[in-house]
């Protein structure tokens, strides 16, 4: 099991340094000091290796047993929340999240990590309808997107306050659906048309 971590954590190392396209088995070995028919031991190829460092990430639900104590509004915004601080200290799917293709290698790409994530909220919020789950995975991958926004913000303060507003304005809107306004697009497409 040693030799395994130690390959596991030399991928994870070189592949968030690097991307996978630019990381080969030669190096991941070179940095776990262990033997090429070692790694095969564990894994199939240097594709194999990257998902499964990507879907254990995916699979990471640390904090779970305390969102049964939440709301429904608190869970959402806690797990939006988390996501961009987890994001920022996992250069792997961060990359993936932004969509630097980079870090696109074998069924790793940001469809895939979006439809897994859609799998979880169907999972947590599971009295919600396939429409509404993906409604709120799609304000999710918004809400993801502010990610890139870190570096306008004066503090780490400032930053950690926006991401919980916005995420809370999120949640709101989405939870008071029953208040949105109908929309008459054919009316708002004639109105533009004439600007």
Known sequence: MKKQKAIYMAG??????????KVSIDSIIDEAKVGKGTFYKYFKN??????KIVDDMLMDKGGEEEFGLLS????????????????????????????????FFGKINYEYIQ???????????SDENDEDCFF??????????????ISRFSSREEYEKFCVKFANACVIGYYSKEDFVEIDLPKIKKFISKL
């Open 72 to 103: 429904k509004e608190e869970m959402l915004v806690s797990h939006m929340v988390g996501i961009l601080f987890y994001l920022e200290k996992n250069d792997i799917l961060k990359n993936i999240c932004l969509e630097n293709e980079k870090y």
């Open 12 to 21: 994870l190392k070189l592949f968030s340094k690097y991307g996978p396209k």
């Open 115 to 125: 439809k897994r994530h859609f799998e979880g909220l169907k999972e947590y919020f």
């Open 46 to 51: 240097k594709t194999d290796f990257y998902e």
């Open 136 to 149: 709120l995975s799609e304000i999710i991958w918004s809400y993801v997107r502010s990610f890139e926004k």
